[in-house]
C-alpha cells in the first residue's frame, strides 16, 4: 500500500516569514498607539512567573502589535518581548515592522507557561494566508513574545 501526503501550503509562511523580517524603518503615520490591556477569558494555575488568566486573541493581537509599532515608545516596546529590558532594548529596536500587523483568531495553552497564537499578518492593510503560531511565554507575570521567536524574524 502507497502512502500520498499532500505537501503544506509554504508559500503562505514563506510570505509571512518574509514580511516579519523586513527591515527596520522609521514610521510616518499619525495613528494613536494602541493599548494593551490583558483581560481575562479563562484560568491557568497560578505561579509567581505565570499570570492566572489566559490572554484572549485580542488581547495578544494588541500586545504583538503594540511591539511591532514604531509609533510606541521603546520603553513600553522592551516590556513585550521576553527578556528584554531598557538596559538592553536592541530586539525591540530591530522587531519594529511598518505597515504589519497580525490579527490572532485562536490561542493554545501549552501547559507550561507558554501559549501559542495563531493568526494571520496584514500588510499595509492586506490579509496575508495564515503563517506559523506565534509562542508567547510567561515572564515577570506578564505574556511576552518569546524571544526565541523574536530572535528568528528580527535576524539577530
Known sequence: MTF???????????VATSVLMAACSSHGGESAPPS??????????????IPG???????????YNTALDYDVPLSD?????????????????????????????LVVDRGDGSL????????????QPEGSPIPFVAEDGAWKIARSWACSQAGC
Do not use: Y
Not at 500520498?4 to 514563506?14: D, E, L, Q, T, Y
Not at 490583558?38 to 497560578?46: G, I, R, W, Y
Not at 488568566?53 to 500586545?63: C, F, H, K, M, V
Not at 516596546?77 to 483568531?105: C, S, W, Y
Open 77 to 105: 516596546r522592551v516590556n513585550l518581548i521576553q527578556g528584554v529590558d531598557d538596559a538592553d532594548p536592541r530586539l525591540a529596536q530591530k522587531f519594529v515592522q511598518e505597515g504589519m500587523t497580525v490579527e490572532f483568531h
Open 116 to 127: 501559542l497564537a495563531f493568526g494571520n499578518p496584514v500588510l499595509q492593510g492586506q490579509a
Open 53 to 63: 488568566l489566559l490572554p484572549t486573541a485580542d488581547e495578544l493581537t494588541a500586545l
Open 36 to 49: 494593551v490591556g490583558v483581560e481575562a477569558t479563562s484560568s491557568v494555575p497560578a505561579t509567581p512567573d
Open 4 to 14: 500520498r501526503f499532500k505537501s503544506i501550503p509554504i508559500a503562505g509562511v514563506v
